[in-house]
């Protein structure tokens, strides 16, 4: 390949290492390992190749390749529909789901995940080429440099926001008033048995999510974001249920007047600074994030303290 040769290479690396330090096999065991894993490490190979083979087509005035690229890069759009497919199938086996608002922002990113490998190939392959005319080790320290540059930046940029960023969060103790169950003074559910209120109260987790502002209030009332901190509270830290035991799924309740959100759980492990550190982790769902404060009215409404 002469002179293109060590740039495609540094591109197709640097931009499958990038997909690599991507995946993450989290809490929430998804993607499942080997399968999907490795999976997505192929597409991000293949998203790595599209970008390293497109500075040598530009450069070479190869316009019938660089459509060709385009036209590839496109199709990385069908890893959305995949995704969203596959955890849809899933929901009926989920103790606790996710939610489609969830579901759809899982999509998404794994989506922008390979575009961003294609990126980091990509500046690593201009760079790489950049340097050639110095040879010997200069193209793959020059691409390599420029790669991982580039994957940490692209990652501050797409670092997405936690729930510890959107509310204060406390442990509350839960109550029975009759067979209406609260956390605080925050209503959750009517639990008819009376074994079921006794775990509860033995067993049972309870937090208040208190918004730091109307931006806050307004994102965390969004029954997607909600069905997310319930399934994510539930992957962490485990549940006491089973499938025909609907009354213990973890609940999150909005408490209208003051936007306070409501939790409860029964875990498999009964620990309060866990469940705490485990909701300021819990990812905001983009499609959920709300700002009021943007516009007039939301700002009057925020000094009126509605």
């Not at 199709?75 to 103790?95: G, Y």
């Not at 390979?114 to 193209?139: K, Q």
């Not at 009332?221 to 992957?235: C, F, L, S, T």
């Not at 213990?248 to 306070?260: D, I, M, N, Q, S």
Request: with cysteine; charged share 20%.
């Amino acid at each position: 390949m002469g002179q293109y040769g060590p740039p495609i290479a540094v591109g197709i690396l640097a931009g499958t290492l990038a997909r690599l330090f991507l995946l993450r096999v989290d809490f929430r065991q998804y993607p499942s390992y080997p399968q999907a894993y490795a999976t997505h490490l192929f597409l991000g190979f293949i998203a790595a190749a599209v970008g390293a083979v497109a500075v040598p087509a530009l450069v070479s005035r190869n316009f019938q390749a660089a459509t060709f690229l385009i036209l590839a890069a496109q199709q990385f759009r069908e890893v959305r529909e995949m995704e969203r497919r596959s955890l849809s199938q899933l929901e009926e086996t989920e103790l606790v789901a996710r939610g489609t608002a969830y579901i759809e922002g899982i999509a998404k990113v794994f989506e922008a995940r390979n575009y961003l490998a294609m990126i980091c190939a990509l500046v690593s392959s201009a760079l790489a080429y950049s340097a050639g005319r110095w040879g010997g080790l200069f193209p793959w320290l020059a691409g390599g440099a420029g790669g991982l540059l580039s994957l940490l930046l692209l990652e501050q940029v797409m670092r997405g926001e936690k729930l510890g960023d959107y509310a204060r969060i406390r442990i509350a103790p839960l109550s029975f008033r009759g067979a209406d169950l609260y956390v605080g003074e925050i209503f959750l559910a009517n639990v008819g048995r009376a074994e079921a209120r006794e775990v509860y109260l033995r067993a049972g987790l309870g937090a208040i999510l208190e918004p730091v502002d109307l931006n806050a209030r307004a994102t965390l009332a969004h029954p997607g974001q909600r069905q997310a901190i319930a399934h994510d509270v539930a992957a962490i830290l485990g549940v006491r249920k089973d499938a025909d035991e609907p009354e213990f799924t973890p609940l999150v309740r909005l408490h209208h007047p003051t936007g306070r959100l409501g939790l409860v759980i029964v875990p498999l492990a009964r620990d309060e600074d866990a469940l705490v550190e485990a909701l300021r982790r819990i990812p905001v769902i983009e499609g959920a994030k709300r700002k009021p404060l943007a516009a007039g009215s939301g700002r009057l409404a925020a000094r009126r303290g509605l």
